[in-house]
T-cell receptor, first 115, second 116 residues
C-alpha cells in the first residue's frame, strides 16, 4: 500500500463551490505539506504543518485553507473555487530527523479542474 | 530568496545513450540540499537523487549521477544507459539546511523523451 495517499485522484467542480482534498500517510512523519503544480512553474508550496498544532502559510496560500486532523491526516480546502485554481495538487511528508535533508515524499496527486 | 532554474524545457535522448539535464540555483547560503525528482506520466513525484552541499563527492544512484559545482551553483543530472522508463519530467529542487521553516524551491522542470 502507498505510504502517502490522496483523495480524490481527479475532481471537476464549478466556480464558487467548496471542495476539500484529503491526504493520509502511514510513514509516521510529523511534517506534511500541500503543493500546487502548474505547467512551466514547477511545484509551489501552499501550506505546511510541522505537527498537529503547527500550521504555516506557504508561498501561495490565498484562497486556500488547511486542517491537520491528526498526525496522519492533512486536508486542503478551497472555500470558493475559481478557474485559476485548476491545477495538480500534491500532498507530501517529511522527517527532518532522518538525515535526508528533509526529503519530501509525495502522494499520487489530485487533478482539480474548476469550470 | 532562492531560485532554481532549469534552462532546458525539453530534451530527448536515444535509448542506451547518456543525457545530462542542467540545473542552476541562486543562494547566498553555504549549507543546503539539492534534489532531483522524476515525474513520469503516472504523475507520481519520485526522488531520484539527493546531494548535500557540504559533501565534495558527487552523489550517484545506479545509472543516475550528479555533477555538483558549488562555486558555479550548478547541479546537473546525468542519466547513463537511458531506458524507455526514464521518460518523464525532471525537477531540480533546493532546500536550505539552516531554516527548516523554509520550503523546498523547485525549478520549472525538464521534459525528457527517450527515443527507441
Amino acid at each position: 500500500d502507498a505510504d502517502v495517499t490522496q483523495t480524490p485522484r481527479n475532481r471537476i467542480t464549478k466556480t464558487g463551490k467548496r471542495i476539500m482534498l484529503e491526504c493520509s500517510q502511514t510513514k509516521g512523519h510529523d511534517r506534511m505539506y500541500w503543493y500546487r503544480q502548474d505547467p512551466g512553474l514547477g511545484l509551489r508550496l501552499i501550506y505546511y504543518s510541522f505537527d498537529v498544532k503547527d500550521i504555516n502559510k506557504g508561498e501561495i496560500s490565498d484562497g486556500y485553507s488547511v486542517s491537520r486532523q491528526a498526525q496522519a491526516k492533512f486536508s486542503l480546502s478551497l472555500e470558493s473555487a475559481i478557474p485559476n485554481q485548476t491545477a495538480l495538487y500534491f500532498c507530501a511528508t517529511s522527517d527532518p530527523g532522518a538525515g535526508e535533508g528533509d526529503t519530501q515524499y509525495f502522494g499520487p496527486g489530485t487533478r482539480l479542474t474548476v469550470l | 530568496a532562492q531560485t532554481v532554474t532549469q534552462s532546458q524545457p525539453e530534451m530527448s535522448v536515444q535509448e542506451a545513450e547518456t543525457v545530462t539535464l542542467s540545473c542552476t540555483y541562486d543562494t547566498s547560503e553555504s549549507d543546503y540540499y539539492l534534489f532531483w525528482y522524476k515525474q513520469p506520466p503516472s504523475r507520481q513525484m519520485i526522488l531520484v537523487i539527493r546531494q548535500e552541499a557540504y559533501k565534495q563527492q558527487n552523489a550517484t544512484e545506479n545509472r543516475f549521477s550528479v555533477n555538483f559545482q558549488k562555486a558555479a551553483k550548478s547541479f546537473s543530472l546525468k542519466i547513463s544507459d537511458s531506458q524507455l522508463g526514464d521518460a518523464a519530467m525532471y525537477f531540480c529542487a533546493y532546500r536550505s539546511a539552516y531554516n527548516y521553516g523554509q520550503n523546498f524551491v523547485f525549478g520549472p522542470g525538464t521534459r525528457l523523451s527517450v527515443l527507441p
